[in-house]
């Protein structure tokens, strides 16, 4: 079946430095995608969301950009802290499906 | 704090007993779902609702789970005679329709 997945399992950056997360989605039809990010023993964290409409989000440090021609979306956080150090999920939505489909998630460390 | 909130944290039962968890969504969100989430994999949809209405239930929702949310706040999940592979994190989302979801921080199950 069609599902989100996530090239990456793990990345480790250097403090300061830029990081991306990469995921890749299989359902054309998909038409909204939400990053979270997950520290250990807590939820999911809303980081930003795009819709299919736009190829880029701009947030406090963090970017999104969706490619709809390769399916493909990435999160880019700038200047990595140590409390950026979590694992980052991506979820994509289409429309008559209410639920959000999620990857199993890249775990980001942040090295001091 | 008027986010998402989940009770209780942590839940450690023997197997074939039952459990019950409760979610307070955000006060004015309409909808409320019931997400699962072992280790290292992406939560996983249960089920959810729009105001007391349960509009839809995932094939993971065996007979031995049930979730209620009677007055279109609150809502319960209870799993009956609870089996080894029940262990996991349960999460509960909020939203208004067609909107972002919020996670609360999870209840944590064991069964030993």
């Known amino acids: 079946g069609e599902s989100v997945g996530l090239h990456l399992p793990t990345l480790s950056v250097q403090e300061g430095d830029n990081s991306i997360i990469n995921c890749a989605y299989s359902?054309?039809?998909?038409?909204?995608f939400i990053w979270y990010k997950q520290e250990s023993g807590k939820g999911p964290q809303f980081i930003i969301d795009?819709?299919?409409?736009?190829d880029k989000r701009q947030g406090q440090r963090v970017t999104v950009l969706l490619n709809k021609t390769v399916k493909h979306l990435s999160l880019q956080i700038a200047a990595t802290q140590p409390g950026d150090s979590a694992v980052y999920f991506c979820a994509e939505n289409y429309p008559g499906n209410t639920p959000l489909v999620f990857g199993k998630g890249t775990r980001l460390s942040v090295i001091a | 704090d008027t986010g998402v909130s989940q009770n209780p944290r942590h839940k450690i039962t023997k197997r074939g007993q039952n459990v019950t968890f409760r979610c307070d969504p955000i006060?004015?969100?309409?909808?409320l779902y019931w997400y699962r989430q072992t280790l290292g994999q992406g939560p996983e949809f249960l089920t959810y609702?729009?105001?007391?209405?349960?509009?839809?239930k995932s094939r993971l929702l065996s007979d031995r789970f049930s979730a209620e949310r009677p007055k279109g706040s609150f809502s319960t999940l209870e799993i009956q005679r609870t089996e080894q592979g029940d262990s996991a994190m349960y999460l509960c989302?909020?939203?208004?329709?067609?909107?972002?979801?919020?996670f609360g921080p999870g209840t944590r199950l064991t069964v030993l």
């Open positions: 989302a909020s939203s208004l329709i067609e909107a972002t979801q919020y």
């Open positions: 609702f729009q105001n007391e209405a349960q509009l839809e």
């Open positions: 359902n054309s039809a998909s038409d909204y």
């Open positions: 006060s004015e969100h309409n909808r």
């Open positions: 795009i819709r299919s409409n736009m």
